[in-house]
């Protein structure tokens, strides 16, 4: 084995620098902790900037409006309505992907923290139900981080699968759908939305606010199905697509697009890459039939593919608690609460598994509790954002961007609790957490 380069030393280690990872590595820092977040990548925000996944979604809790929570939600959405005012759409918070990552790196250096890019996890070294350090893989050789507290915030829960600790992955040996999403500038969207109007479309026709998927406009979709009649597109090409306008990027539309099909084993990287390469075949076929059909796309050009998959599911860490179909169903209230939604159950690509389960119509929001982001298995781990402690089909609802911003500042108030009040993480107050994460009644 190689020798190490380097040693560091840390309060928390957070182990990548995406929607959870962020969010937890900077209230680390806010809170005076000595903190480092590792990515892989060139960037903080993960899917959210590489992966050009815009809008924020909204939590659907009727009477609580659109307003974003967790906090630094909030404070991160008072950043960009200070460049971009009427970021707010119907579905949330849109946002331009390149100015996020500035804005998420002024937020770190505010904090204090240190970020490693370009530094992939390795291994862990564990020992008596601990990690004590994990080793990355870096230009400069094997670094070694040791630290009090770690958060695997990989959203494939990389680190508790080295650790050793128990993960599991799809429903019945199956994943939900992977998307590679892209960008088109050029647009005329006068032209555009004169077209989804005509088309049968009422809404979000206005070359200022433009929205499109493939069920909204009636005229859109036969030009989907006329494609596919044609050979222009495959069935597969238009199974899902979507569309939004983005804040301060004229005459572009950001595309939740394409989604590909059933590859097997999304973790095995000849299975990614091979996705990654019909992909952006995918997004030409797509690209070239609108620029050859649709009015308004004549001059328009693909101007940005995502650099990540769009990942909705991969592994999932097994957890103190983990929150269940029927938990999101009933609408679920927890002691130990750290976020509130009401976004609905949303699997891309496999049929609802969560059978007859009563609705509870009284209640507004479900919760997640942070027992959900507690390891079973490894004493000071913590996991954020889509793989934490959920099944399968409670997934589906609760990996949105807000809900994971919030597990990851949750870890980070908790490792706070931890480390200075000398307490195990899994004996931190539940309650007390839940005071400072949930802020609307």
Do not use: W
Not at 212 to 217: E, K, L, M, R, V
């Amino acid at each position: 084995m190689a020798d190490i380069a380097c040693r560091y030393n840390y309060d928390v280690a957070v182990i990548g620098g995406g929607t959870a990872g962020t969010a937890c590595a900077v209230v680390c820092g806010e809170n005076g902790l000595k903190t480092v977040v590792v990515e892989k990548g060139t960037c903080l925000g993960g899917s959210q900037s590489s992966g050009l996944v815009c809008p924020f979604m909204s939590h659907h809790i009727v009477g609580a409006g659109d307003e974003p929570f967790p906090p630094i939600l909030k404070r991160l959405v008072g950043r960009l309505r200070e460049k971009f005012p009427n970021c707010s759409t119907n579905g949330g918070i849109s946002f331009d992907p390149n100015y996020l990552k500035l804005l998420y790196e002024e937020m770190a250096e505010s904090a204090g923290i240190d970020i490693m890019y370009e530094s992939a996890l390795a291994y862990a070294n564990t020992s008596d139900g601990k990690i004590d350090s994990v080793v990355l893989a870096t230009k400069k050789g094997l670094t070694e981080i040791k630290a009090k507290l770690f958060v695997d915030c990989t959203g494939d829960a990389l680190l508790a699968d080295f650790a050793g600790a128990t993960v599991f992955s799809g429903e019945d040996g199956v994943n939900q759908r992977t998307s590679l999403r892209f960008e088109m500038s050029g647009i005329d969207g006068d032209a555009f939305g004169r077209y989804l109007k005509e088309g049968g479309q009422s809404y979000s026709n206005t070359k200022d606010n433009l929205y499109i998927d493939h069920g909204t406009c009636p005229a859109f979709k036969q030009f989907l199905n006329d494609m596919v009649a044609s050979g222009e597109l495959t069935k597969q090409d238009i199974s899902y697509i979507q569309a939004f306008s983005m804040p301060g990027k004229v005459g572009a539309l950001a595309f939740n697009c394409p989604e590909l099909g059933e590859y097997g084993d999304l973790l095995d990287p000849m299975v990614a890459s091979k996705m990654y390469v019909d992909g952006r075949k995918a997004v030409y076929r797509l690209a070239n039939a609108f620029i050859k059909h649709l009015p308004g796309f004549e001059g328009a050009y693909v101007s940005a593919i995502s650099s990540m998959l769009g990942i909705r599911e991969s592994r999932r860490v097994d957890a103190v608690h983990n929150l269940t179909a029927e938990d999101i169903i009933s609408r679920r209230k927890f002691d130990d609460a750290i976020v509130r939604s009401n976004y609905p159950i949303d699997i891309h690509g496999k049929e609802l598994s969560c059978g007859k389960i009563k609705l509870n119509g009284d209640e507004r929001f479900y919760e997640i509790p942070f027992r959900s982001l507690l390891s079973k298995d490894i004493e000071n781990l913590m996991v954020a954002g889509r793989c934490a402690g959920f099944d399968f089909t409670a997934q589906s609802a609760v990996r949105i961007q807000t809900s994971c911003m919030a597990m990851g500042e949750a870890c980070a108030h908790a490792a706070a609790m931890s480390i200075k009040e000398n307490t195990p993480i899994r004996d931190v107050d539940g309650s007390r957490l839940k005071d400072i994460m949930v802020e609307f009644e």
